[in-house]
């Protein structure tokens, strides 16, 4: 099957601080986003989704080795964008990841891959360990029965037709593309997250990152 890579970097990520967007900012010597899709290289297509005024940015740092896309307003608006890009491309199936996941292993990769050869979707998550609670004020307010729940990340792996339709149905406003294909009556199968494949949101995490590349 024909595989694009869409990985997502138009967000501004301002919780991470610092003077750039994250997926910008230097991590071992190279912008977080570098990191990110040399880790799809051999996977398939590359399709690099920035903020319009990130998009000479992008030229920069990859030259033609990827297409770049212009995002939209919103996560989910991106997205729809790139696939937009792919369809009559002869793609058969996308991977979905967000640009400041740099750290995400080959295994964890392949594990979506596999599952999308007899499911139409599919995406990696851990299964919650900690106790929960419920807050408000500073203060724990009550507990939350952690059975069944999920931390979710990316990849997440799709029939590419699958995914434009739902797409192309939903009203927007979507935390991923799970709840986007979801929306649409389509089952999506769990496969084995990573605790490395940590996504970048507060400056705390550069430096955890920092050191699992050093490991």
């Keep these: 099957m024909d595989t694009a890579v869409i990985i997502v ?15 910008w900012q230097m991590l071992a010597g190279q912008p977080v986003l570098a990191h ?3 880790r799809f290289e ?5 399709i690099v989704v920035l ?21 939209g307003q919103t996560r989910d608006a991106s997205v729809r ?16 990841h967000d640009g400041a996941r740099p750290l995400v292993s080959p295994e964890v990769i392949k594990g979506v891959l596999s599952a999308l050869e007899t499911h139409r979707a599919a995406a990696p998550a851990l299964a919650v360990s900690d106790a929960l609670w419920i807050g408000s004020n500073g203060a724990v307010t009550g507990t939350q029965d952690r059975t ?22 939903h009203p927007g406003g ?11 009556g389509v089952g999506v199968a769990i496969t084995p997250g990573s ?15 920092e050191r699992l590349l050093g490991a």
């Design 174 to 184: 979507a935390a991923d593309d799970v709840e986007v294909v979801r929306a649409a």
């Design 195 to 209: 605790e490395d494949n940590l996504k970048i949101t507060y400056p705390s995490d550069f430096a955890r990152a």
């Design 51 to 71: 903020h319009p005024e990130d998009m000479a940015r992008g030229v920069a740092l990859f030259g033609g080795s990827v297409v770049l896309c212009a995002g």
């Design 81 to 96: 964008n790139a696939l937009e890009m792919l369809e009559g491309s002869g793609v058969t199936r996308v991977l979905i």
């Design 42 to 46: 051999g996977v398939g297509r590359i």
């Design 148 to 169: 069944n729940l999920w931390r979710a990340q990316t990849p997440q792996g799709f029939d590419f037709d699958t995914i434009l339709s739902a797409h192309r149905a």
């Design 36 to 38: 990110t899709v040399a």
């Design 9 to 23: 970097a138009a967000g501004r990520g301002t919780r991470a601080g610092g003077d750039a967007p994250k997926q």
